[in-house]
């Protein structure tokens, strides 16, 4: 998967370039047009921070338009630029200086389909669903389909806990958590966490834009 970043500097910031190598960078979203290859194997890390609200969302819409998958960053990360960002079709929505750890991670879930965003801001963002979506997300057709620890732990996910944080609340094991969330995302057809969340939280139009 080919990493681009769109930054109006031309210059890879060195977190960037520590977790990317072969990375490269743009200054301009137009030149991604003149790339080689099937803009579905590139990932476009979008700078949004030196933009005004209007051109941040005109920015987002022309890259996904691209057919990249697409990472927004941000300088100051919010849940309502997050909302906003999944809903214009990004894949990713991460803090402009994550650390390269974290930049390989969110390169890794974005390749393989799914979508990344702070474990934080998932939390503050299930936060507010809870209070504008107050229906319980009981219409997802495969949600029976849970055994009652499955359920438990689509329940911690839910509220924005960690693996560590639901191996602690449920006393098993971080594996054992991985291994139930890799059968609940068989089971609901979904890919990561994040849907997870959403669905468990009902809220269907982020789930759609996924």
């Not at 819409?61 to 809903?87: C, D, I, K, W, Y």
């Not at 990004?90 to 879930?109: K, T």
């Not at 560590?164 to 054992?176: G, N």
Request: include cysteine; charge should be positive; aromatic fraction near 4%.
């Amino acid at each position: 998967m080919e990493q681009v970043f769109i930054a109006s500097s031309g210059k890879l910031r060195p977190r960037w370039q520590q977790a990317f190598p072969a990375a490269r960078v743009l200054t301009q979203l137009s030149e991604a047009t003149l790339l080689t290859g099937p803009p579905s194997q590139r990932i476009l890390w979008l700078d949004l921070a030196d933009s005004s609200a209007t051109r941040r969302l005109a920015s987002l819409r022309e890259a996904v338009a691209l057919g990249a998958r697409v990472v927004a960053m941000s300088a100051t990360p919010g849940e309502v630029e997050a909302f906003q960002a999944l809903n214009e079709g990004a894949r990713g929505y991460c803090h402009l200086d994550a650390a390269p750890g974290q930049l390989r991670e969110i390169g890794l879930v974005v390749a393989h389909g799914g979508l990344w965003m702070l474990p934080e801001l998932v939390r503050r963002l299930m936060a507010l669903s809870q209070r504008v979506v107050p229906a319980p997300a009981t219409a997802h057709p495969r949600l029976d389909s849970l055994t009652s620890r499955e359920r438990e732990v689509a329940e911690q996910v839910a509220l924005g806990a960690s693996n560590r944080e639901i191996a602690a609340e449920l006393s098993v094991t971080e594996r054992t958590v991985k291994a139930h969330l890799s059968t609940i995302f068989a089971k609901l057809m979904i890919r990561d966490r994040v849907q997870l969340a959403l669905v468990m939280n009902n809220i269907p139009a982020l789930c759609a834009a996924s």
